[in-house]
């Protein structure tokens, strides 16, 4: 009755777990296409790409007018003034003119309508200054477009490390039945005094090891899952993802492709050249003058929202700023620093890409051999331990080296296992790095 109740609690447990995590099948493509969506790192770097656009947007102010509206109303005894309002408000008469009112021409108000635009005709430091905002502009969008190849970059990694978690859990679930029935036929030939009882508890300890090994891997299928949500910014909790199994890659001969100078995070320094070059220039032209139209529109009279007179005044404006102590000058050698350090980052860049993926095509073609080798190994142990196996039901060998070749096979098979993952991480991570 007790063993009942107990198969029933395990049971209940195992549909609770089951529950907490339900499991949901994603291929590879589909990882993409969420990360593509819904990946933070990617709509933060959208959102930088738009303020830096929005930026270059205010630039328009170098071609466009500005025009401003106002109403004022304005009570004084000044007699100068008030006598300007009475010009102003067309109601000038003779009787304006005595002395005494002049001098004192108690309240006067004016009410004051004014229409107000400023045009830019040649401003040349503002222009070149628009253009380096626009090459900045471009930098956030080669910024944005790196940082979604780096994400689908990160997908697939993650992506890899959840399948060798899931080929880790198979190798060793079968390693356990292995070395689980190995336990079973050392019990019986220790019952019938075969062998010691050392070599029987030699088999559980294995049992125990790999059980540990097995509930951290699936801890680690736990952990993968996790970090997969994250990555294509998944709003569901608790999900584990079922995958493509980890298939052999083909060994195909590889072929060595050079660093692309279009990549999009080389073509964003480019771009901030090209900025701190337009900035320079900018500061150039700034010793030069600018000229500008201006009008005003205006509508006076002494009562509110009165618009009995109306004047206007339009004219065009030329101004030299001669010396600015030495702003301009000081400005236009910070752009000048600006842009040389710019090239010196971008030259450094490339030389540290091209070592990069030097470097990575090596890894690459180890990883192929690591495989070829592997496979060749878990061959070799598979028939050691079908050797050892058959001689040890007979009585020929030993428990500790049938155990010590079931352990050989199982580590080949999570060797290269784990090279196959990282071959593919390492392909995913050149197609990165030669990305255009």
């Given at each position: 009755?007790?063993?009942e109740?107990s198969?029933?609690l ?8 089951l ?16 990360a ?7 709509q ?28 004022s ?14 010009l ?11 002395p ?9 108000e ?5 229409a107000?635009?400023r045009?830019p005709?040649?401003?040349?430091d503002?222009?070149y ?34 399948q060798?978690?899931y080929?880790?859990?198979e190798?060793l679930?079968q390693s ?25 508890l ?11 090994a097995?509930?951290k ?9 996790e ?9 569901e909790e ?15 001969i590889?072929?060595k492709q ?25 500061a150039?032209?700034?010793f ?6 201006f009008?005003?529109?205006q ?5 509110a ?19 600015s ?10 752009y ?19 070592l ?11 990883f192929q ?15 050691a ?7 040890y ?5 030993n ?10 096979l ?7 296992s ?6 593919n ?12």
């Amino acid at each position: 009755m007790k063993r009942e109740k107990s198969k029933l609690l395990i049971l209940f447990l195992a549909t609770m777990a089951l529950n907490v995590h339900a499991q949901r099948y994603l291929s590879m493509n589909e990882a993409l296409t969420s990360a593509h969506e819904n990946n933070a790192s990617s709509q933060i770097s959208d959102l930088e790409e738009r303020i830096a656009y929005a930026n270059y947007r205010q630039t328009d102010a170098v071609f466009l007018p500005q025009i401003e509206l106002g109403y004022s109303a304005v009570s004084t005894n000044n007699p100068l003034n008030a006598f300007g309002f009475l010009l102003n408000q067309a109601s000038v008469t003779a009787a304006d003119f005595d002395p005494t009112k002049l001098n004192d021409p108690g309240s006067v108000e004016n009410y004051n309508a004014k229409a107000e635009m400023r045009l830019p005709l040649l401003n040349l430091d503002m222009i070149y200054a628009r253009k380096g905002a626009k090459s900045q502009r471009e930098v956030y969008l080669y910024k944005s477009a790196r940082t979604k190849q780096y994400v689908d970059f990160e997908v697939k990694k993650m992506y890899n490390q959840l399948q060798f978690s899931y080929k880790a859990k198979e190798i060793l679930e079968q390693s356990l039945a292995d070395v689980k029935a190995i336990h079973r036929t050392s019990e019986n030939f220790y019952a019938q005094g075969l062998i010691q009882e050392s070599d029987v508890l030699n088999a559980l300890v294995q049992v125990n090891t790999i059980e540990a090994a097995l509930a951290k891997a699936k801890s680690n299928i736990h952990n993968a899952s996790e970090g997969l949500a994250v990555l294509i910014g998944t709003k569901e909790e608790g999900v584990v993802y079922l995958t493509d199994s980890l298939d052999m890659p083909r060994q195909a001969i590889i072929e060595k492709q050079p660093l692309s100078l279009g990549r999009a995070d080389i073509m964003a320094l480019e771009k901030a050249v090209e900025a701190a070059g337009m900035m320079q220039k900018s500061a150039v032209m700034s010793f030069l003058p600018r000229i500008n139209a201006f009008g005003t529109y205006q509508l006076n009279d002494s009562k509110a929202f009165g618009f009995d007179a109306n004047s206007y005044m339009a004219g065009i404006s030329l101004s030299w700023t001669i010396f600015s102590g030495n702003r301009n000058r000081s400005k236009y050698k910070s752009y000048q620093y600006q842009k040389i350090k710019l090239e010196k980052e971008k030259e450094l860049h490339i030389q540290q890409s091209n070592l990069e993926l030097n470097k990575t095509y090596r890894e690459l073609s180890d990883f192929q051999v690591e495989i070829q080798k592997h496979t060749t190994s878990v061959e070799q142990a598979t028939e050691a331990l079908r050797i050892l196996n058959n001689r040890y039901k007979e009585g020929l060998s030993n428990t500790t080296d049938l155990l010590a070749a079931q352990a050989q096979l199982s580590q080949q098979q999570l060797l290269r296992s784990q090279a196959v993952m990282s071959y593919n991480v390492t392909k995913a991570y050149i197609e990165f790095l030669s990305e255009k």
